[in-house]
């Protein structure tokens, strides 16, 4: 079975520029995750769907970034302008429900790493 | 609010050395608990897990137990290897499923 798949693993953009990041979620998994990781921290969540429905996207920052999961498969975060303090790993994650996710945890991808300049 | 507390690293030991990662968690009810391992340049794999007081996660040697008396998650491994230096996340599941981290922990095993 494929993991969940992220892309690009790295991207170094200038500030001010816009960048998206996207995710494959393991097949059949119907809740996704956008998670922040910055340097020497743990993973943050940004925003969770069940489906293609945001139900829980308050610590999404509405001003510049934006998500969606279109057909409640792939999914799509995007982050415009960039901001230096944006520069982090962003991690997507997948489980087949919220309780499943409770009982067994999630499957997370590798990762984009975003370096702001 | 809801929060995990690791101990700060990096840890550094010698392989086949005893390991403790200790893990404290506030939390309202009973969460469920979780280690996830980081190795370089790839992205968190669930390590083990505890649903209820009392339970203990094993996997790979490693193991926890949910202590809702000291409301710790510590983790142990009776003889570490070099292959287990990786960044160790101990975290905890809310009411709203939503996963909640502490700081990890680095650890280094020198050969």
């Known amino acids: 079975e494929a993991g969940v798949v992220q892309s690009p693993r790295y991207k170094i953009i200038e500030k001010k520029q816009p960048v998206a990041f996207w995710c494959n979620p393991i097949?059949?998994?119907?809740?996704l995750y956008w998670y922040r990781q910055n340097l020497g921290q743990g993973p943050e969540l940004l925003i969770r769907?069940?489906?293609?429905?945001?139900?829980?996207d308050s610590q999404l920052p509405k001003d510049r970034f934006s998500a969606e999961r279109l057909k409640g498969v792939d999914s799509t975060l995007k982050i415009q302008p960039a901001e230096l303090g944006d520069s982090a790993v962003y991690l997507c994650?997948?489980?087949?429900?919220?309780?499943?996710?409770?009982?067994?945890?999630?499957?997370f991808g590798s990762g984009t790493r975003l370096t702001v300049v | 609010g809801n929060s995990v507390t690791q101990m700060e690293g990096p840890v550094t030991l010698s392989e086949e050395a005893f390991l403790t990662i200790n893990c404290t968690y506030t939390?309202?009810?009973?969460?469920?608990l979780f280690w996830y391992v980081q190795y370089p340049g790839e992205g968190l794999q669930l390590l083990l897990k505890?649903?209820?007081?009392?339970d203990k996660g094993s996997n790979k040697g490693f193991e926890a137990t949910y202590r809702k008396e000291t409301t710790s998650f510590h983790l142990e491994k009776g003889s570490v290897q070099v292959s287990d230096s990786a960044v160790y996340f101990c975290?905890?599941?809310?009411?709203?499923?939503?996963?909640?981290f502490g700081s990890g922990t680095r650890l280094l095993v020198r050969p």
């Open positions: 097949s059949g998994h119907n809740t």
């Open positions: 994650a997948s489980s087949w429900g919220p309780n499943r996710g409770g009982d067994y945890g999630y499957t």
């Open positions: 975290a905890l599941m809310d009411s709203s499923y939503k996963l909640i």
């Open positions: 769907y069940e489906n293609e429905e945001a139900v829980d």
């Open positions: 505890a649903t209820k007081a009392d």
């Open positions: 939390a309202t009810g009973y969460p469920s």
